[in-house]
């Protein structure tokens, strides 16, 4: 008897005790993945990186929030940007999050919710019924170019050549995937992935169609490919193409023209059978014309192009003698002569504009160092300059310059060059009587301050004191 009812009483514990936990498993929080927003992965980039993930939720306080955490292969949550959460009913949201812009991309990624309860939901399944799915963060999402652009390249027979992904602008990251030290790339030949070739640059040793995309995985765009390389194989003495960027003739005249040989792996240019020092890269870049030819290294062989470079410009000349020793009160007139059309002139004495000389011819009267510019402005617009040096038997006659224009292209008092040394004084003094400067071997840098204008040009006074007596004269400063 004493055993059946302790037989009974256990069985009621028993019982007690299934009830129990079965009220309290009816409250526990539960979160339950509905849909991934029928994905079937996570491709981000700086175009696109907006995500929805739809999840219900039972038995949470009131004032309970929700986030997305990415998975990785070890279970270790990443976090993400919440965007936006959307109340579909009282029971179900929808969250709006973006990943991680440094997010490393993986094929087995993994993604759940989290409560600020700690309460975590099973994986969402993508629209292919996996847990596990790729999830990249594109930092590149552009077309890029190889070998400068250049769709040929040449390779000798059992030599090699370097395919290279482009890198023009460096400061601009945004210019070229190489600035983003973290991408890997996939090489195809012919169309086919090269296996192990994940860098920047390409070692090919066979003839084929090359070109590499970025690998993002399953995330990879062939959209935006590089473009395609044809290497062809040469022998020695082959010819090499040197095109003018600005073509040929070309119109000289700012930078130049850029020279640009077939691609190799060594380069040496020369310009009329000279070599040119330092001039050993693929492109070169002139002003000037002449026969300018490079020899080319593809690995096992060499071949030389030429190209008989001719500018469209003008032609022009001086019949000005440089060194021409001028006698006391002798006057000589330097003429340029020019096919330019509607040329005009510019005339300069130790460096300083002379005002109002704007035709084809001079009257040199004083001793110094001149340049005469002559510019073409319509059609080909370019410019020559001539410069040459007039001597003389008396003592410093160059004119002294009177205005200094702060806004000017020499905002100084540039005084001729034979007043600059170590024999010669220099003494400015302003209107007011106070001495500003007071140097030996002066090298035309003032004004080194600010002038106070008050409304007026101010005036000052100079006195240069040489071996071959004193000159005295005023200076007026302008804006």
């Not at 250049?150 to 023009?168: E, F, M, Q, R």
Request: negative net charge; hydrophobic residues 35%; proline residues 4%.
């Amino acid at each position: 008897m004493i055993q059946k009812i302790t037989l009974s009483f256990f069985k009621v514990i028993l019982l007690f005790s299934i009830l129990l936990f079965a009220r309290s498993n009816s409250y526990a929080q539960t979160i339950v993945p509905l849909q991934l927003d029928g994905l079937e992965k996570l491709c981000a980039g700086n175009s696109f990186n907006e995500f929805y993930a739809t999840f219900s939720y039972v038995n949470f306080p009131e004032g309970t929030t929700f986030v997305v955490e990415l998975l990785d292969a070890s279970n270790n949550p990443i976090a993400t940007t919440l965007l936006q959460t959307v109340d579909v009913s009282a029971t179900q949201k929808t969250i709006k999050f973006a990943v991680p812009t440094s997010l490393v991309g993986s094929e087995t990624y993994g993604l759940r919710v989290k409560s600020s309860t700690s309460t975590t939901s099973p994986r969402f399944k993508n629209s292919l019924g996996n847990t596990s799915f790729p999830a990249y963060f594109k930092d590149y999402e552009t077309t890029f170019s190889i070998n400068n652009k250049d769709t040929n390249a040449t390779l000798c027979a059992g030599g090699s050549i370097t395919l290279s992904i482009d890198n023009a602008t460096p400061s601009v990251p945004s210019s070229s995937p190489v600035n983003y030290p973290n991408l890997k790339y996939t090489w195809y030949k012919d169309n086919v992935a090269i296996t192990g070739q994940s860098g920047k640059t390409l070692t090919v040793n066979a003839v084929g169609d090359y070109y590499v995309v970025i690998d993002y995985g399953s995330c990879t765009d062939v959209n935006f490919s590089s473009n395609h390389v044809n290497v062809a194989t040469t022998s020695s003495g082959s010819a090499v193409t040197i095109n003018s960027s600005l073509g040929n003739p070309f119109c000289a005249s700012g930078t130049g023209t850029i020279l640009t040989a077939t691609s190799g792996n060594k380069y040496q240019w020369k310009k009329d059978g000279n070599i040119i020092n330092g001039a050993t890269n693929r492109t070169y870049s002139t002003n000037e014309s002449g026969v300018y030819s490079v020899e080319v290294d593809f690995g096992g062989c060499t071949a030389i192009g030429t190209i008989n470079l001719q500018s469209n410009g003008f032609n022009a000349s001086i019949d000005a003698q440089d060194g021409y020793k001028l006698s006391e009160g002798e006057t000589l007139t330097v003429t340029i002569t020019t096919d330019a059309v509607n040329p005009t002139y510019e005339w300069y004495l130790n460096g300083n504009l002379i005002a109002g000389e704007t035709s084809n011819s001079y009257l040199v009267a004083v001793k110094g160092n001149y340049t005469a510019k002559v510019s073409q402005s319509s059609g080909c617009v370019a410019n020559r300059e001539f410069s040459f040096k007039i001597n003389g038997d008396s003592g410093p006659s160059s004119v002294i310059p009177n205005i200094i224009k702060l806004s000017g292209d020499i905002p100084y008092w540039n005084i001729p060059d034979e007043y600059k040394n170590a024999n010669t004084k220099v003494m400015i003094i302003s209107s007011n009587g106070d001495m500003v400067l007071d140097v030996v071997n002066y090298q035309g840098d003032w004004p080194q301050s600010n002038i106070d204008f008050k409304n007026v040009n101010p005036v000052y006074y100079y006195v240069i004191q040489s071996d071959t007596g004193e000159k005295k004269g005023s200076i007026t400063v302008i804006k």
